[in-house]
Nanobody
Framework: QVQLVESGGGLVQAGGSLRLSCAAS????????MGWFRQAPGKEREFVATISASGGYTYYLDSVKGRFTISRDNAKSTVYLQMNNLKPEDTAVYYC???????????????????WGQGTQVTVSS
């Protein structure tokens, strides 16, 4: 079973930047879509960004387009989320997730992901 470990969260002022990393165990990382989701206090978990197995396709939540960039390094079995111009409404626990099946596609649907990390806290102060 794959294990996902997020890192890179923290406290930052509005307008600042953070880069989240998610390291995956297992030798089939490059076969699967990866995604980032987040959950703010009192809210349901929501999709943030996704990247296809090859890295050739990406898709974002509208409110983060132009500010966040998802990328992956298949040689290092790691997916990244570069977050720039952070806003207080970006405050949440951020989770990375691996798709449940192989293929070069993207998906914002939580039900298509079956492996999740433990989450990393991102707090943006105003």
């Amino acid at each position: 079973q794959v294990q996902l470990v997020e890192s890179g969260g923290g406290l930052v002022q509005a307008g600042g930047s953070l880069r989240l990393s998610c390291a995956a165990s297992g030798r089939t990382f490059s076969n699967y879509v990866m995604g980032w989701f987040r959950q703010a206090p009192g809210k349901e978990r929501e999709f943030v960004a996704t990247i296809s197995a090859s890295g050739g396709y990406t898709y974002y939540l509208d409110s983060v387009k132009g500010r966040f960039t998802i990328s992956r390094d298949n040689a290092k079995s790691t997916v990244y989320l570069q977050m720039n111009n952070l806003k207080p409404e970006d405050t949440a626990v951020y989770y990375c997730a691996r798709g449940s099946r192989g293929g070069d596609f993207v998906s914002r649907l939580e039900r298509l992901y079956d492996s999740w990390g433990q989450g990393t806290q991102v707090t943006v102060s105003s």
